[in-house]
């Protein structure tokens, strides 16, 4: 028989989930909204947007992008209702809002979602929650030489209308 940890009269975590969403929250807060400036790296456009899509094996389009949030999903309108990008938030964590973006990159893949406004040179990384994903998204916030902000998510379902 498994301990659990009640929460409430009707919720009971196991102990090793709560363990995982510690790591996990942990892991965003230590190392996910890094500036260029505090790694010494003079900010420059990201070119290795090619790279990072083949790492994802995802596909890169360009065009505009505007944003919906509540509380539970962030939706992405891309080039005025092409595509649509739903993304699930984590209850209880914080993601930071894509806002309007005049000149974008969105590269969609299973791993998640990643949107570089062009004329600012900031760049979103929204990943899925799973260990793969987690890694993927690691490795392409050491290609980036501007700054980002990186945040988990539930999941992504892309809608191309």
């Not at 196991?14 to 969403?21: Q, S």
């Not at 005025?80 to 990159?105: D, F, H, L």
Request: aromatic share 6%; hydrophobic share 45%; glycine share 4%.
């Amino acid at each position: 028989m498994k301990a659990k940890i009640a929460l409430g009269a009707c919720h009971a975590i196991a102990p090793h989930k709560i363990l995982l969403m510690l790591f996990v929250t942990a892991t965003i807060f230590f190392s996910c909204k890094k500036e260029s400036a505090a790694t010494g790296a003079p900010a420059q456009p990201v070119n290795n947007i090619d790279n990072i899509t083949k790492l994802l094996n995802g596909s890169a389009l360009t065009g505009s992008i505007v944003t919906d949030s509540d509380e539970n999903n962030m939706v992405l309108t891309f080039n005025s209702g092409t595509k649509y990008v739903i993304i699930e938030k984590i209850p209880g964590m914080p993601v930071e809002n894509v806002n309007a973006i005049r000149s974008a990159v969105l590269i969609t893949s299973k791993y998640g979602v990643i949107v570089k406004d062009t004329d600012n040179n900031k760049v979103w990384l929204l990943a899925n929650n799973d260990e793969e994903s987690l890694q993927k998204f690691e490795a392409i916030k050491q290609q980036l030489h501007c700054s980002f902000v990186c945040t988990t998510v539930f999941g992504v379902t892309i809608v191309n209308s």
